[in-house]
């Protein structure tokens, strides 16, 4: 397993939709997932800091963790099936491990709220290279060559 780090989120300028970029402190690789708005705008709003009046649906799956003693130790994007991405949360509660099989958006959502590190299986990564070579149609290597030459404007207030 690799750990990762959130590198930034953004709108994928092509298809206009949104962007998390997952980035290997030690060597540098990047892995994009592209999510649905709705999963964005709770990552987003965790990376900003932003209050919301009641709970959304990532605080209060916190909550009721808390509530019932357990904890989110890390999350794991473990695999990559026909472009789609899946993770797991691996959770505690006393001398219980468990591990839930979820979307890697949620799972990160999450993460940022537990303050859980994430992970991504190097297999995953591995597919993920492969899919850049059969030209998928979200194609990481633009969008890396896009990082590297767009403005601070262009890549939006989450870029990190």
């Keep these: 397993m690799i750990k990762m780090e959130i590198k930034g989120l953004l709108m994928d300028p092509v298809s206009n939709m949104p962007v998390v970029i997952l980035r290997d402190l030690e060597k540098g690789l990047f892995l994009p997932i592209w999510v649905g708005i709705f999963e964005a705008n709770a990552i987003a709003l965790e990376m900003e800091k932003v209050a919301t009046p009641r709970p959304m649906t990532h605080d209060l ?40 099989d979820s979307r890697p958006s949620d799972a990160i959502a999450l993460a940022l709220r537990s303050h859980a590190e994430i992970f991504v299986e190097e297999e995953v990564l591995e597919k993920s290279r492969s899919l850049r070579a059969e030209g998928s149609d979200q194609d990481p290597d633009r969008l890396r060559k896009w990082l590297e030459e767009a403005s601070p404007d262009e890549l939006g207030k989450y870029r990190m």
């Design 61 to 100: 799956l916190k909550n009721l963790l808390t509530e019932l003693d357990a904890h989110v130790d890390r999350v794991v994007i473990n695999d990559l099936k026909e472009n789609t991405f899946f993770a797991r949360i691996h959770l505690t509660r006393g001398d219980s491990a468990l591990s839930v």
